[in-house]
């Protein structure tokens, strides 16, 4: 990869950005706080989708303090609909190293951000580079789109190695003075102007000068892509166990997807109506009705869940699970979306003959 090609980036990227940076909740007032919790929440999700829960987030816990004491189930229910909870749950873990190692207060020196739980290169970098100032990097998918695309080279961006020669070209002509928005250039660009998915709007593009993709005409192709595994699928049979106006529901294990949430109760394999209520009877489950519910399927990054329901209306709670009430279900606790679509079919069935 071309250095000077590099040192030539931030003059324009600084210039489009102060006539075109979006107004955005985080970069009003960018506290190392503001920009933790906000990048955090961009991973995986869409700015419009992330604005109104980092608003609520930040109502409810202003400060690192305020983080370090949330009790877990209002932060994932604060966090229900985005996703990956376990970054929610290293956000906690990370206030409290801050507390505790800091006193309080938000590390300053790259080493020591990066060091904090759930935090990686791209996130300490965005925190150092956008409060503090330092010329830290922060290279994300978009970054390295608009990077394969400037320099037009074909190799594979998503091996580490690369990443990191990407990253220390970028730190060698970082702006003194202007290092946080010099970063967010970047990654601004390759949200709005520098787009995925073939589409990029070259017309608009302050690097439409300097850019090999444009010239040689292969930008729509970049950066190339390894070939993607086929998603393992699995098979699951839900119970949505009834009890009164109650419905049960069960922790998954501490280990793996979407571990130690709550869930309705499941298992591998699609059973038949007699294997159901085997299994049912095995497990102590006294049942009154039993009846089909609805089919689901939830995508995760490599694995799918092929989701079959069974409405099972029971003679009494088991105490293997958590009966809650719709209402607990709708404000208290924290469900994955992978199961939404039951915790609306539960309830929305006939009541109890
Ligand atoms: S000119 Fe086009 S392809 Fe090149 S960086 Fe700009 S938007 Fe991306």
Redo the contacts with the bound molecule.
């Keep these: 990869m071309n250095s000077d090609l590099f040192a030539l980036l931030p003059a324009p990227l600084l210039a489009w950005y102060d006539l075109h940076a979006r107004v955005l909740p985080w970069r009003e007032n960018p506290t190392p706080y503001r920009v933790w919790i906000s990048e955090i929440m961009l991973q995986q999700t869409r700015v419009e989708a992330v604005k109104p829960y980092f608003e609520r987030f930040l109502a409810r816990f202003p400060s690192v303090d305020a983080l370090a004491e949330a009790p877990e189930e209002v932060l994932l229910k604060l966090w229900e609909g985005l996703g990956y909870y376990s970054r929610a749950r290293n956000l906690r873990k990370a206030a409290l190293v801050i507390r505790e190692r800091f006193g309080g207060v938000f590390p300053e020196r790259y080493e020591e951000i990066r060091a904090l739980p759930g935090i990686g290169d791209y996130t300490a970098g965005a925190i150092a580079s956008i409060s503090f100032g330092q010329p830290c990097p922060a290279v994300d998918g978009n970054v390295l ?2 990077i394969a ?2 320099t037009g080279t074909r190799a594979d961006l998503s091996k580490p190695a690369l990443r990191r020669e990407i990253g220390n070209r970028l730190k060698a002509v970082y702006p003194p003075g202007r290092c946080g928005d010099f970063t967010q250039s970047l990654m601004e ?1 390759g949200a709005t ?3 995925p998915n073939g589409a ?3 017309g ?5 000068g ?5 010239r040689t005409g292969c ?2 192709d ?1 950066p190339v892509r390894p070939e993607k595994k086929a998603r393992r699928v699995v098979n699951l049979t839900v119970f949505l166990l009834r009890c009164g106006d109650c419905v049960a529901l069960r922790r998954r294990p501490e280990k793996g997807v979407l571990a130690g949430l709550w869930e309705f109760p499941n298992m591998e394999g699609k059973l038949s109506e007699s294997a159901v209520r085997e299994h049912l009877k095995a497990s102590g489950i006294r049942v009154l009705r039993l009846s089909r519910s609805i089919c689901a399927r939830h995508v995760f990054t490599h694995l799918e869940w092929e989701m079959g329901a069974w409405r099972i209306d029971c003679a009494e709670p088991h105490s293997a699970f958590r009966w809650v009430t719709r209402d607990a279900l709708r404000g208290e606790i924290a469900l994955p979306s992978a199961w939404k679509a039951f915790s609306r079919a539960v309830f929305s069935d006939p009541p109890s003959a």
Excluded: D
């Excluded at 608009?204 to 439409?208: G, K």
């Design positions: 789109r608009v695309r400037v660009l102007v520098c787009l990029p709007k070259c608009e593009c302050p690097l439409a300097l850019c090999a993709g444009l930008a729509r970049l």
